[in-house]
């Protein structure tokens, strides 16, 4: 099906404002496209990594939005152009010109599976559900995931890096904390491994779903795994749960900004001797990670794995 689709030029300070007017003129669906530097309490609370900030804002915003094909917009179009002549005189709503193009629907739900392909990560073969096995890969650890809901299919630097340095470090038996477990494939590969016991937490509730639904695809009994929805770094139960037990090896996939402050609390989840394996790590926060490291008196800086722009790195419990 072929849309409609709507450019307007406006301010950033009028954009929602501007959202308001379309919503009021039966429009549900907009983008807004602008140059609004996050604050850097927004990064942490939206758990991204930033490589650079966005160019500099110079105060002009485009809001996209759609109508069907066969739809005469132009009297909506009308409607709104006089709304904002009449906004601009309490508002900066800016050039308010519209630019119009046609964008055809595609079936995303099917035509997406076509760029997530299976891959190897040491001897591990990581392939999504509707791929058939392939008689190259037959001999090596097989592992199911399935893009879903965007948690982690394992097919970025920072999980590779995980998995390999569980791979290096794991033994049979050892107890595992998994913080920020996303979709479990961590904890999938600990337990293909041969790990014990299992503990894993995330901050969002469906990624718990998600890890148990792929344990599952894989066939791999949870009777020793406990998953946990919250935030182990405001959770002071869920600290001294972790406490009381003590692992083997903790490993966190996250990002650097949330590793540094985890890097202050590890040692009183690990054994002695234990491994804690970070990743995560843009090369620009490699150092910040280090010293946070190095700041923890329990823990002994053990090693630093790269790969792209992406780091690993690893510490013991003395």
Known sequence: MKWNKYRLKTTTQATDFVCGLLIELGINGMEVEDNVQLSEEEKKVQFIDYLADLPEDDGTAYINFYTEENDDAEALLEQLREKL????????????????????????????????????????FIKPTWEEPDEAHKDMQMIEIDPGTAFGTGKHDTTQLCIKQLIRYLKAGDTVLDLGC????????????????????????????????????????????????????????????????????????????????????????????????????????????????????????EAIEKQGDWRAIMAIKK
Do not use: C
Not at 192 to 205: F, N, P, R, Y
Not at 218 to 236: K, R, S
Not at 247 to 262: G, K, R, S, Y
């Open 85 to 124: 002549k009449e906004a601009n005189s309490f508002l900066d709503v800016g050039e308010g010109s519209i630019e119009k193009s046609i964008t055809e629907d595609v079936d995303w739900v099917n035509n997406w599976k076509q760029y997530f392909k299976s891959f190897t990560v040491d001897n591990f």
């Open 182 to 301: 996303g979709s479990g494939i961590l904890s999938i590969v600990a337990k293909k491994l041969g790990a014990g016991a299992v503990s894993m937490t995330d901050i969002d509730e469906a990624a718990i779903v998600a890890s148990k639904e792929n344990f599952e695809v894989n066939h791999i009994a949870t009777d020793d795994v406990e998953m946990f929805d919250g935030n182990v770094l405001e959770d002071e139960a869920m600290q001294q749960h972790f406490e009381e037990k003590q692992f083997d090896v903790v490993v966190a996939n996250i990002l650097a900004d949330v590793i540094i402050p985890i890097a202050g609390i590890v040692d009183r989840f690990l054994k002695p001797g234990g491994i804690f394996i970070s990743s995560g790590i843009i090369y620009m926060k490699e150092d910040d990670v280090v010293k946070a490291i190095e700041e923890n008196d329990a823990l002994i800086l």
